[in-house]
């Protein structure tokens, strides 16, 4: 989708013989870069999709219920 999108933006944008020749360039590289991403490893894409939409720092936080990773002598409870 975003290959299509890049293409038609040169093409548009520029609306002339060089314009349509970039994009069709462009097309052409991009299409075999993607054709060589499938190859490498079909679920190249879901992993990509699944890693943008992760956060880039996750705080670290206990719940309510958590148990200590302290041993008991280092609790400093009664």
């Given at each position: 989708?975003?290959?299509?999108l ?10 002339n013989?060089i ?11 991009l ?13 190249m894409?879901?992993?990509y ?24 002598s280092?609790?400093?409870g009664?």
């Open positions: 989708m975003l290959a299509v890049t293409v038609a933006l040169v093409v548009v944008s520029g609306m013989k314009s349509f020749i970039a994009g069709a360039l462009i097309w052409f590289l299409m075999l870069l993607l054709i060589k991403m499938a190859k490498a490893d079909p679920m894409s879901k992993v999709t699944r890693h943008i939409k992760y956060k880039s720092f996750y705080p670290a936080k206990a719940g309510a219920f958590a148990e200590s990773s302290l041993p008991a280092r609790k400093g009664l």
